[in-house]
């Protein structure tokens, strides 16, 4: 069986991944590891340990990661996802508590204890993994492959017109990750809108089932449908860790996928989190990023009915 790590800076997104994984006959979830981002690490940690009871499936221990960024102050995105993270709908009321230690030396432990077998699944912020290739590099290089929900893909970013959120709390820390050598999937949010999001029509579906788990991820996303509403007009949920965890659940929604080299922007502030993506296309000039040996798997296009298929399927089964 897969054995996952999970790495959340847990918002109501978040949740969603967290619940698809901890369902899955298929993946042995060994832990699960907070980071700031979305929120501060406190709240990430309460709204892990909210996601899992409420899931009332597989039971992974919950470890407190970074609570800043490497080199920055941190940016939270509490103006989508609420300033609990999950909706502000007093959802949030976990009866457990996370483990004693940090999350790098757990990472870094099950790593060990799992050579070759590890894959991290990385829908927040990367700093924690960054900490821990910075502490052990030769630990890190037994990692099996790193799946990251982050950049924006191909297409604008949705934190600054270049940069995605999760690259831009921690760009330096994405560029550690990025350089690291370890086989890494990343899942830009150019594929996690469209049809891939929640229409009325889902969440109506998900509300009546009367599953927990089901109605708990549709009400976690109140302010984020909120959001949506106001700034685009749209009676939607985007859900880019969801998507980014079924890519790693179900590899057959993959339509399209290349090896491409990824190169992370940390010094000009204007384009600060931007991940220059090159995927092997001829250019003009030779030298420079033609030279660049791929570093990444970058995916192009998934199958949204089939992805959002066995979303709907698992949240209610």
Not at 20 to 27: D, G, H, I, N, Y
Not at 140 to 152: C, D, E, F, L, N
Not at 264 to 283: F, R
Not at 298 to 310: A, G, M, W
Request: net charge negative; glycine share 6%; hydrophobic share 45%.
């Amino acid at each position: 069986m897969r054995k996952l790590i999970i790495d959340t800076d847990t918002g109501s997104d978040d949740a969603v991944a967290l619940i698809m994984a901890l369902k899955s006959p298929e993946v042995d979830v060994l832990a699960i590891t907070t980071v700031c981002g979305n929120v501060p690490v406190e709240l990430a940690t309460k709204n892990a340990l909210m996601t899992v009871e409420v899931t009332n499936a597989q039971q992974p221990p919950i470890y407190v990661g970074a609570a800043k960024p490497l080199m920055r102050d941190l940016v939270t995105a509490v103006n989508v996802h609420g300033d609990d993270g999950m909706g502000d709908d007093d959802l949030i009321h976990p009866t457990t508590s996370p483990k004693l230690g940090h999350a790098v030396d757990a990472i870094l432990n099950l790593i060990e204890k799992n050579q070759e077998e590890i894959e991290i699944v990385a829908i927040g912020p990367v700093t924690n993994i960054a900490l821990a290739i910075l502490k052990a590099p030769e630990t890190m290089k037994k990692v099996k492959r790193i799946y990251s929900m982050g950049t924006a893909g191909f297409g604008p970013g949705n934190t600054t017109p270049v940069a995605e959120f999760n690259v831009f709390v921690d760009a330096e820390a994405y560029s550690i990750m990025m350089k690291s050598g370890i086989p890494i999937t990343i899942i830009g949010f150019d594929i996690c809108l469209g049809e891939a999001s929640w229409n009325r029509e889902d969440m109506k579906l998900l509300m009546e089932s009367q599953k927990e788990e089901a109605m708990f991820a549709v009400q976690c996303n109140r302010c984020l449908l909120e959001y949506n509403l106001q700034a685009i007009g749209g009676h939607f949920v985007d859900l880019p860790d969801a998507v980014a965890m079924g890519v790693v659940l179900w590899e057959d929604i993959v339509l399209e996928d290349k090896l491409c080299y990824c190169y992370v922007c940390t010094i000009e502030e204007a384009t600060y989190g931007q991940v220059i993506i090159n995927d092997g296309s001829k250019l003009a000039i030779s030298d420079g990023f033609g030279t660049n040996l791929p570093n990444a798997t970058v995916c192009k296009r998934i199958d949204n009915h089939l992805f959002k298929n066995r979303l709907l399927e698992i949240l209610v089964c």
